[in-house]
């Protein structure tokens, strides 16, 4: 059975970082596409980073020069480094790996 369990979400400032984390268990994230999609309410689901199996990143428009994405195939983890985070970043965080969804990390982004 595959699970992915997010980290690392929280309360912090505009201007302020985080770290998003997502352990896999169960397959090896190297066979997948992996990333992050966050949903905040009334809005739907989007993808915000991505990384290929090979490692090629991928990023929504308003994240870019922002979050980066990274993976430790090794450890079979993901990792989402969000920096000069903006209130219109506040959602729900979800990893996923391929057709694998994780439960979410909420995300509040205020003062």
């Known amino acids: 059975q595959v699970q992915l369990v997010e980290s690392g979400g929280g309360l912090v400032q505009p201007g302020g970082s985080l770290r998003l984390s997502c352990a896999a268990s169960?397959?090896?994230?190297?066979?997948?596409?992996m990333g992050w999609s966050r949903q905040a309410p009334g809005n739907r689901r989007e993808v915000v980073a991505s990384?290929?199996?090979?490692?090629?990143?991928n990023y929504e428009d308003s994240v870019k020069g922002r979050f980066t994405i990274s993976k430790n195939d090794a450890q079979n983890t993901a990792n989402l480094q969000m920096n000069s985070l903006k209130p219109n970043d506040t959602a729900v965080y979800y990893c996923?790996?391929?057709?694998?969804w994780g439960r979410g990390t909420q995300v509040t982004v205020s003062s």
């Open positions: 169960g397959t090896k994230i190297a066979y997948y596409t």
């Open positions: 996923f790996l391929g057709p694998y």
């Open positions: 990384i290929s199996a090979s490692g090629v990143s």
